[in-house]
C-alpha cells in the first residue's frame, strides 16, 4: 500500500471501530452476501466515514463503481479504497467538468443499482436510460424533492429516499447536528457558552436540538420562528421567542438553522451590537445574507481559520463565522457529526440498498420513503448498541 | 345569589382572573356577537374552569343548555351557573340512568350547535335525528374515535375534534400533564424528587412530558416504550431505556403513561421491591391492573389520602396510588391542569364553535380536525399572551 | 385510644413508614439504650412528623417531656403521643402566656438532656440554672445565634447547633425547599410554569435552589443577588442577574429567599406589571413589606385559600401568596419539606443527642457544629437509604 | 516585524478582541501607570492568552523580564513579545537546565516584583536572596503550598495566591474546565454524548462542573467521590453515586477530575468492558495509572492524534486518551479554557500585581489570598461585562 492509501487506512481505523452497526452488518452482508453478482454505481462524499459504508457494501459481496461529490473528495480515502479493488473516480481537484464525465463513467459501468446523491446519477439516467437498473437510494432530502418534481415519472425503478426517515430526523438533526453545533462553536471561537445570549433562527429539528443543547451548556437562547405552531412549541419549552428584529441588539451570537435564504438579511445587520458573532448550521451557505454584509462593511479581518471580523464604517463591526457555511464543519480539523449517527445514517443506506438488491420487485417505481420495518429494525439494533437498557 | 351559587362564584373568580385567552374572546364575542340567536346544547365536565368557557359563549349571545359528565357535576357551579341565566340540567348525585335524562333534555331543547364530549349527545342525535343542529365540537380523543366508527354517515353535520390540535398535545399532553404529574407526586406522597428512581411507561406526548419534568427535578428516569421508534427518542433523549421487567426491581416508583389496558400485570408484581409506589397518569383507570394487584395481595391499608399500602404474603408490600386512576385529579385539592393549558384548550372550542356557528356551510359533515388557521391563530394569541418575546 | 389519638396514629403511618434512617436508629437504639435513664426536655414544633423523632428517642430509653412551638401544635398528634406515655404540655390554642408557663414545666421535670428550638430553653436555662442538666441540641439557626450573642458563657453545658450541618444545607435548603416551593406553587396557584418569568430574591442555598428548580420545569428565571460574588455564581449558573428595580417589570412572580426584611418593599410596588404574584419562601414573614403593600393599595379580595388580590388606585393589582409567609407552608393540605430531608435532620438530631448521651464529657460548652463524624455517618446512610449505587 | 512574530501577532488578535476585561484594565493602567518605575519577572505560560495579561501589564508603566514554564513556550509568541520592547528568556526547545538559567536570568534582572508559577521564582529568591523585592503573586495552587511549607518564612514579602480565590473555583474549575472537557471529548473522538455512559471520579469544583455538563449535552453520567459529604451532594444533583468497582462495567467513557494519584488503577482494568475510553482533566498525569496499563496490555496502537488502543491478552482493548494527560488541552488544536475565563483570571493577576505595586506596605509577608475587595470588583465588572442582567 503506498503511502497516500496508507494514510487513509490509518484514518478510517478508529472510525470503523466506532461504527458498531456497520460492523455488525458487515458480518452479517459476508454470509447473505445479498449484493452478490451485482455492481453497485455511487455519488457520495468521499471521506473516511463513507468508506466504512463502501466496505460493508462490498463485504455483502457487490461490485463497487463510486464517485465523489464535486470538491469534497479526499484522495488518501480514494487511494486506500482502490486498494480495496474499488472502481473510484475523480479527485480533489476535479473541475466540474470532469465531475461530470464521473458521473458519466459511474454510469457506462452499468451499475444494477444505484446510490445516488441530489439526484446526480438519476439525472443521468433520465437523459440517458436506466437499462439493467433495479432500484436505487437516494441519500439527500433535496435529491428527493428532485426526484417527486423535475425526475417525476423519468426514472423506472424504486429510489429510496434516507434522508426522510424519522431515525436521521431525531438521531442526526436534532440531536448530533445539536451536538456538533455547540461542539464546532466552542471549537472554532474558545468563547465561553454559560450566561451568553444566543438567538437561534429556526425550531424545526435542527434549530431545536441547537436551542437544547446551547441552553443545556448554560446559555441565555432566545428563539425566531415564523411558524406559529413551532414557535409555540419553542415558548412551551422555555424558550424567549420574538421577531429578530426584536432579539438583533440582545443577541451575542446568531446561529441560523431555517433551511431558507437570507433570515438574517441587510435590515439586521444595523440593528447588531458591535462584536455578535453570525454563523450557520443550515445546509445551504445563504442564510445569511453574506453578499450583502459584505458589501456595506468598510474592512475585513481574518482572526482565525474561520473567524471573520468585518468592519461597518459606524465602528461597529461583526464575527463571521466560516463565512456562512456550515459551522459544524468548518475551523480547523473538523469532524462533523458523530459516528453514531453516522453509522445510523449509513446503516438506513445499506439495508435499503439490501432491499432494493432482494426484493425491488416488491417496491413501486419512483422515489419512497424508507420501508417501514426497516425503520423499526435499526431503531432496535440502534438501541442495543447503546446499551440503552443500562 | 344563594349560598351555594355564591361559592361557587368565589371559586371561579381567581381561574377567571387568569384565563386571558377567554377574557379576551368575551370581550371580542360581545361586540361580534356570533352566537346570536343560537342555542348551544352542551355535555361537559361541570367545574370552574369550563364555567368560564361557558360564560364566553354566553358573551357572544348564545343560549346555553348543558348536562354535566356522570359523576363529576360541582353543585356550586351548577347554582352559580344558573344565576347567569344557563339551563343547566343535572347534580353530582345523578344515576346514570338520570345521566342519560339529562342528556335527553339537552337535545329536547332543540340546540342549533353541540359541544360534545365522548359523543354522548352525537349518539343520541344518530338515534333520534339531527334536525336543525347546523354543527358542533367534540372535546374528547375517544369521542372523536366513535364518530369516525360506530357513528360514522350517521352525522349529518360537520363536528370539530377538539382533542387532535397539535396545540393540545403540546400544550396539555406534553408540558400540563407533565407539570401536574410531577406536582401531584409531591402533593400526595410527600417524597423526595432528586435521587429517586423513577420508571416512566409509555413515551407519547403525555409519557415523554412526565419522563422529561420528572428527570428536571432531579429523578432519576427510566422509560419503557414498546414502539421502537418513541424507544430510540427517549434512548437519544438520555433516558435509560428498557422492558419493564428490566426494570422492575430497580424502580422506586413506576407511573404509567400509555392508554393501553394492564401495562403492569400480574407478571410484574413479583419483581417490583417491597415499598414500591405505582401510579398513573393515563385517562383510563386500567394501565395498572388493579383487580390482579388486589387478588395477589392478602391485606390493604389506607395510609393517606390516596395513598393506599397493599401487603403481599410473602413480606413485601407496594403503594398504590389513587386505586389506579388519573393521578393528577387524586388526593385532597387537586387542581388539575394548569389555568392556561386549560385556556388554550377552551379557545379551541370557542374559536370552533364561531366557526361553526357563522361558516357551518363551509365545513363538510363529520368528524374533522380543528382548521389550520383557528391553531395558528390560537397560537399567536397564546405567544402574545405568555409575553413570549419578554 | 380516644378518635383524636386514632387520628394522630394513623396520619403518622406513611409518614413513619417512609423516614427509613429513623427506622434503622429505633431499632438500633432499641438495642443499645443510649437514653437509659434519662429525661429529655424538648421544645419542637409538634406534628406527624417530629412524632417520629420523639418515637425513636423513646426507643432508645429515654424519657420525653415536651413542648410544643407556640401555635403550631397539632392535637392529635398530642394526644397520640400521650398514649404512647410521654408527657407533652400544651394544645394548639395556647396564649403565649400558657406557652411560656409550658416551657417552664419542661424545665421543672429537670431533664439531664434539652432539645431546644429557637434557645427557648436555653433562655430559662440562663434564667434559673441548669442544675443535672449534661448537654442538649438546638434546632435553628437563629437559636445558635442566640446562644453564640446574648446567651454567650450562661449556658454551662455543650449544646450542638443541627441546622447549621452542611448536610442541611444540601439535603434541606437547596434541595427540599427547591422542591416545596415549586410543589407550593403550582398547588396554591394552578398556573402554568413553563415560559412563566420569575424573580428569585436571593441565591444563597435556598434561593439557588429555588432559581434551579423554577428553570428545570422550564420557567424563564431572573435572579437578584446583592453579594457580588453569589451573583456571579448564579450568572455563570446561566441565570439572568440583575437589580431588582431592573427585573420588576419583567417579572411575573416574584419569591424571595433572602432571610432579609423588606428586600421587596415600597419603591417596587409601583414598578410591577399589574397581576404580578408576590410569594416568600424566606423562614421570616417580612421579606416582602406586607404592611406597606396593604397600605397602598385600595381593596384587597381573598381569591384563594392562599391568594390574595390588592388593588391599587391607578388600576393595577397584584396577588399576594400566604400574606407574605413561607409558601411552602400555606394553602390547603400543605405538606412541607420532602420526608426524606425531614428523616436526615431527625437524624442529625437523634445522634447528636446520642453524643451528648454518652459522651457529653469529650464536648466543650456552649454552642457547637455537629461532629464531623456524626456527618459522614450520615451522609453515608442517607446514600445507603437512597439506593444512590443503583 | 518578523514573520514569526508576525504570526504570533495574528494569533493573539482575535483572543485580545475577547479579553474585554484586560481590554478595560489597560486603557485604566495607561492613565493610572501602576507600575510606572516597576521592573517585573516573572514565570510563566508564554502563549497567546498570557501575551493578552503581559501587554496590559506593560500599559501600566512596567518593565517586563519573562521565562516561559519548561516545554510548553511558544516562540512565535515570544518573538512577538520581544517587538513589544519585553526581555524574554527560553524558547521551546530549552533543556531543563536552560529552563533554570532562564528563571536565573529573570532574578538576575533584579524585579521589585515578581508573577511567580509553582513558586519556583520564590525557591530562587529563598536561595538567593530577596533584594528589592517588595512583593508579588504565585498562580498556582501549588505554588502556593509551597510557599505555605518547604518556603515558609523564607520569602520575606507579600506573595497573592491567585489560584485561591473563590472566583476561579466558579469561573474556571467549575464552568470553564466542564465546557473544555465536553468540547475536548467531543472534538478528540468524535462520539456520541447523549446516551452514552460516563463515570466523572472526583466532586470536586471540576468533577462536579464535568458531571453537570456531560449530564446536561443528554449523557449517563455516575459519580464515584470517595469523601461521604461531597458524595451526598452528587446523589441529591440526581446522580448515581457509586465505588468505581461497581460502576467500572457499566462505564463506556471514564474520567478522572480529583486531583489524586492512581485513582483509577490496575486492579481496575480488568473489570472494565473492552472499549472503555479512559480520560483524565486533572492538572496531573498520574490520576490513571498508565504505566501499569501499558505494563499490561500486549500492544497498543495510536488510533488517532490523542486515541490510543491498548489490547489486553484476554481480548479486551481500552481506549486511552491523552496519556492520561489533560484532555482539554490534548488532541489537534487545543483551545484550552475559555477565553473569558482566562480573561477572569487574569485579572485577578492585574489587579493583585497592582495592589503589590501601590500598596505593598498594607501586606502581611507571605502567602496570603487575594484581598476581598479584588474579588468583589472583578465579580462586579465580571458581571458587567456578561451583560448579566439581560
Redesign the interface.
Known amino acids: 500500500m503506498n503511502e497516500l492509501a496508507e494514510k487513509g487506512r490509518?484514518?478510517i481505523?478508529?472510525?470503523r471501530?466506532?461504527m458498531r452497526l456497520l460492523a455488525d452488518t458487515r458480518e452479517e452482508f459476508s454470509k447473505t452476501l445479498p449484493f452478490a453478482g451485482l455492481r453497485i454505481g455511487m455519488s457520495l462524499h468521499l471521506e473516511p466515514k463513507t468508506a466504512v459504508l463502501l466496505e460493508t457494501l462490498a463485504s455483502g459481496g457487490a461490485e463497487l463503481v463510486a464517485t465523489g461529490n464535486h470538491g469534497s473528495t479526499q484522495d488518501d480515502v480514494v487511494a486506500y479504497l482502490r486498494t480495496q479493488g474499488m472502481t473510484i473516480f475523480g479527485s480533489r481537484d476535479d473541475s466540474l467538468d470532469d465531475h461530470h464525465r464521473n458521473l458519466e463513467s459511474v454510469l457506462a459501468a452499468k451499475p444494477q443499482i444505484l446510490l445516488d446523491n441530489g439526484a446526480d446519477l438519476a439525472a443521468g439516467v433520465a437523459a440517458s436510460g436506466a437499462e439493467g437498473i433495479i432500484g436505487g437510494t437516494e441519500e439527500t432530502t433535496s435529491g428527493g424533492l428532485r426526484l417527486r418534481a423535475e425526475l417525476a415519472g423519468k426514472v423506472p425503478f424504486p429510489v429510496i429516499v434516507i434522508n426522510d426517515s424519522?431515525?436521521k430526523a431525531?438521531?442526526e438533526n436534532?440531536?448530533?447536528v445539536g451536538?456538533?453545533v455547540?461542539?464546532s462553536f466552542?471549537?472554532i471561537t474558545?468563547?465561553?457558552?454559560?450566561?451568553?445570549?444566543f438567538v437561534v433562527v429556526g425550531y424545526g429539528w435542527c434549530g431545536s436540538g441547537v436551542a437544547h443543547?446551547l441552553?443545556?451548556?448554560?446559555?441565555?437562547v432566545a428563539v425566531v420562528e415564523s411558524d406559529?405552531?413551532a414557535?409555540?412549541?419553542a415558548?412551551?419549552?422555555?424558550f424567549?421567542?420574538?421577531?429578530i428584529e426584536?432579539?438583533a441588539n440582545?443577541a451575542?451570537v446568531i446561529i441560523t438553522a431555517t433551511g431558507q435564504p437570507n433570515v438574517v438579511g441587510a435590515e439586521i445587520f444595523p440593528l447588531l451590537e458591535s462584536?455578535t458573532v453570525l454563523a450557520n448550521c443550515g445546509h445551504f451557505p445563504w442564510e445569511i445574507d453574506v453578499a450583502s454584509l459584505r458589501s456595506s462593511t468598510s474592512e475585513t479581518?481574518q482572526?482565525?481559520d474561520a473567524?471573520e471580523?468585518l468592519d461597518f464604517a459606524d465602528g461597529r463591526h461583526l464575527i463571521l463565522i466560516a463565512d456562512g457555511r456550515m459551522m459544524n464543519l468548518a475551523g480547523?480539523?473538523p469532524?462533523?457529526n458523530?459516528?453514531?449517527?453516522m453509522d445510523l445514517g449509513f446503516l438506513l443506506q445499506a439495508l435499503s440498498l439490501e432491499r432494493v438488491a432482494t426484493a425491488a420487485d416488491s417496491l413501486p417505481a419512483g422515489a419512497q420513503p424508507v420501508p417501514d420495518e426497516i425503520?423499526?429494525k435499526i431503531?432496535?439494533r440502534?438501541?442495543q448498541s447503546?446499551?440503552?437498557?443500562?
Chains 1, 2, 3, 4 share one sequence.
Open positions: 490509518r484514518r481505523e478508529w472510525i471501530s466506532r424519522i431515525l431525531i438521531g436534532r440531536h448530533a451536538q456538533s455547540v461542539e466552542m471549537r474558545n468563547l465561553m457558552v454559560p450566561g451568553r445570549r443543547y441552553r443545556a451548556l448554560g446559555g441565555k406559529e405552531l414557535a409555540f412549541r415558548a412551551m419549552d422555555g424567549r421567542v420574538g421577531a426584536e432579539l440582545w451575542e462584536g479581518t482572526l482565525d473567524i471580523r480547523r480539523e469532524k462533523g458523530s459516528l453514531e449517527s425503520n423499526r431503531a432496535r440502534m438501541l447503546m446499551g440503552a437498557s443500562k
